[in-house]
């Protein structure tokens, strides 16, 4: 489960089709939820699929209108800011037509959420890969022209060079096929007819819980090409209804539940020219994951295998021609879990990689070494832990082995915020890298002396720069000004917990003057390890909504409980086995000190609103205290029985050994205690969390005997996307609050 407004996704599509800055707008502008919710917005749509080309001189992306219908791809050299266009809006509406011509919602959703880039650079910089509507095409920069490389009926998807750009792999109905660039030879690598039996293709669980983008790589040499099979045999099967035919349809959805079998999976190398299956034996437990795994070098991978429960991490290298593999290091959590991250880097020029680890009670990055020669020789040694402190790092950014010099993203001095820093491999000089206090999302050049810089804050809507490592910016791109739109500058608060633990909470008050009365609250709640809400960073169309709720008269209040992420260990896994008791203490306690503070506030009229996580919470708060007038609950998890095995069983364990867990965090089974006036709302085709969730909760309170609101939106995913659809559903939010809370 992930926050809908992923901050990177956030940043990198809320602008304007610009390189110039966008015009400010209008004095004395009024937000209102047609114009939040617009195509492109408030703020524009901005930069689309960025990425660095092979030479890390400049960077790559599809600039489009508003509407997302017209666009071209564009070109900044990273050291003059010169701007060029690649591929012209006409070849581009052929080769990455627009996500909105997708008509299936869910494979719309995929490509967004995920991120799915449209177009791959080839190693030699003069050619680009489209994946045009399920084909691939092979486009030169020098000529301008196209080539069809497929012509399949089933989709090509995921495709890959081959180290040295002669070949192209790809997966096509579960299977890895190997196409010769320079002609039409198209080979089959893997042959496997059952349906059940993915060979380098990612299933929907370890896409959206172990953030897993791809199952296969080839090797430096571009001889072989490993990949993880998951064998989807034994996995329940969900039916996502379409209902909008004459004849409804249902697709069958793998999608295993906690205490449900998961995928079984191994990995495998195969050649690059076919022939026989190298498996790879790395544990007699063969109820696992392997969430990350690729090449050491040539000849040797490496591999993660992470236990059922999830708090046993283990780091194998494998002697890819023999099978031989050795454990060269386990990081282990007992009393909480181990996170699942991309901090593992490898040098390419000795034998050292990067960790990262909370073992000291906060993520910090680690160097450990091994025998280059001889790999499997013995275990890992750590050489050092790289940063230290009272703060977390948030993610490895890039490495530049030539100087010796580590980025990193990290929330030192702030908790609220993301700066890039910089450390020696040594441990030494660590220092700050970006310059302006918010949020940066940096994206690395593979040298490690370029980045893309992602920045937003609290007040200024996301911009696009392309940096030097020392810092030096130029700026790419910048969101249309808000100014003009009488926004309001949040206040952000300190509250304790009942145990002493500080919380962070942020509070929009409605202009002076706007009511004469006691002020009414709405909370927003995300509340899960998933997503922080409270921090100095753009809140995107979200905040923009809440915005408006603020200029009308309402009190906006977020606080972000214990077990959100970004804080240290301590404070994450106090809800282990728990969810939603500790988080609804926190808030509740939070509240009483707001109310304290701010007696302007009405205790008596506040309603509480979340999405995904956030709209468990809602219902959790409803139901388990009288606090809330009313509340809107958004594709909720009702009982936590019902969503996918490797989330919910990160933090709330086995069912068969958290029984009791399970049964007290069930919402349905607490309709009985409804206070105030639900909304309830849940997309048919909601693949993340399942429609299903949405009808238990319904059926439980019709039974109690309780009075409620529910929409269903046809056909609509876990985001309930769509300009016309957003609209009609911000415009029911506002007006459930305003009838419930009145003005």
């Keep these: 489960m992930k926050r809908l407004t992923c901050l990177l996704v956030l940043l990198l599509t809320a602008g304007v089709a610009t390189f ?69 809006e006409s070849k581009l509406a052929t080769l990455a037509p627009p996500v909105n011509e997708i008509k299936n919602e869910r494979e719309k959703e995929r490509l967004r959420r995920y991120n799915v880039a449209s177009y791959v650079w080839s190693p030699d910089g003069k050619h680009l890969l489209f994946d045009a509507q399920s084909q691939l095409w092979y486009y030169s920069l020098d000529n301008g022209t196209a080539v069809q490389l ?85 996995v329940p099967s969900y039916p996502i209804e379409d209902w909008s035919p004459i004849h409804a349809k249902v697709d069958m959805q793998k999608y295993p539940q906690p205490g449900d079998p998961n995928p079984a999976v191994r990995l495998g190398v195969v050649g690059a020219s076919g022939g026989g299956i190298k498996w790879i034996s790395l ?175 609290t007040e200024i809507p996301p911009r696009v720069s392309v940096c030097s490592a020392d810092g030096e910016c130029r700026k790419v791109w910048e969101s249309r000004s808000v100014q ?65 709720l603020a200029q009308n008269g309402y009190a906006v209040f977020s606080v972000d409980n214990r077990g959100t992420p970004n804080r240290d260990r301590k404070f994450q896994i106090a809800i282990r086995h728990e969810f939603g008791a500790i988080e609804l203490k926190d808030q509740l306690t939070a509240l009483d000190q707001l109310f304290a503070q701010f007696p302007q506030l009405d205790r008596n009229r506040v309603a509480i609103w979340g999405w995904s996580n956030g709209g468990s919470m809602t219902l959790y708060a409803l139901t388990h205290s009288d606090a809330f007038k009313a509340g809107v609950s958004v594709a909720p998890v009702t009982d936590w029985h019902l969503y996918d095995s490797i989330y919910t069983e990160r933090y709330m364990g086995l069912p068969k050994d958290e029984a009791k867990a399970y049964d007290e965090s069930s919402m349905p089974k607490a309709v009985g205690q409804l206070h105030g006036a639900l909304l309830l709302v849940h997309g048919t085709s909601d693949d993340n969390v399942h429609m299903q969730n949405s009808i238990q909760m319904i059926d439980a309170l019709v039974k109690a005997g309780k009075q409620f609101r529910f929409m269903a939106y046809p056909g609509k995913t876990h985001g309930i996307a769509g300009s016309e659809t957003q609209q009609q559903l911000y415009h029911m939010i506002q007006n459930h609050l305003e009838s419930e809370l009145g003005h």
Aim: net charge negative; charged share 25%; hydrophobic share 35%.
């Design 20 to 88: 110039a800055p966008a015009q400010s707008g209008t004095s004395g502008q009024k937000l209102s939820i047609e114009s939040i919710f617009a195509e492109g917005g408030i703020t524009g749509r901005g930069p689309e699929n960025v990425q660095w080309s092979p030479d890390g001189h400049s960077i790559s992306f599809i600039q489009r209108d508003d509407t997302g219908e017209h666009g071209e791809l564009r070109s900044v050299d990273a050291l003059t800011g010169e701007a060029t266009v690649l591929v012209s």
């Design 150 to 234: 497929t012509s399949a009926t089933e989709t090509s998807g995921d495709p890959k060079f081959s180290p040295d750009g002669k070949h192209l792999a790809y997966v096509r109905k579960h299977n890895l096929y190997v196409h010769a660039v320079s002609g039409d030879s198209e080979r089959q690598i893997t042959k496997d007819k059952d349906d059940n039996l993915l060979d380098g293709e990612v299933d929907w669980v370890y896409a959206e819980e172990l953030g897993v983008r791809s199952n296969y790589f080839w090797s430096p040499d571009g001889k072989d090409i490993a990949f993880l099979q998951m064998d989807e045999t034994r």
């Design 283 to 457: 544990t007699d437990d063969d109820d696992i994951y392997i969430p990350r795994f690729g090449w050491l070098r040539d000849g040797v991978l490496w591999a993660q295998v992470l236990n059922r429960k999830q708090n046993e991490l283990d780091l194998y290298f494998v002697d890819a021609h023999s099978g031989h593999a050795r454990k060269v290091l386990s990081e282990s959590d007992p009393d909480g879990w181990v996170n699942v991250t991309d901090n593992f880097r490898a040098f390419k020029s000795s034998g050292q990689f990067l960790w990262s680890s909370w073992r000291s009670g906060h993520t910090q990055l680690y160097l450990y070494s091994f025998d280059p020669q001889n790999p499997l020789a013995a275990d890992a040694n750590l050489e050092r832990q790289l940063t230290q402190g009272d703060f977390e790092v948030l993610g490895l950014a890039g490495l530049d082995e030539a100087s010796g010099t580590i980025y990193f993203s990290c929330n030192k001095n702030d908790p609220l915020q993301n700066q890039l820093y910089a450390v020696k491999v040594d441990g030494s000089d660590m220092h700050r890298v970006s310059q302006r206090d918010g949020v940066h999302g940096a994206l690395f050049a593979d040298d490690g002396k370029h980045y893309v810089d992602n920045f937003s804050a």
């Design 484 to 548: 003009g739109y009488g926004l309001i500058a949040p206040e952000f608060l300190d509250f304790k917990a009942d145990d002493g633990t500080p919380l962070y909470g942020d509070l929009l008050l409605p202009p002076p003057g706007t009511s004469s009365a006691k002020i009414p609250v709405v909370v927003y709640i995300y509340g899960g390890p998933a997503g922080q809400v409270v921090n100095r960073g753009w809140s995107g169309n979200r905040g923009l909504f809440h915005q408006l």
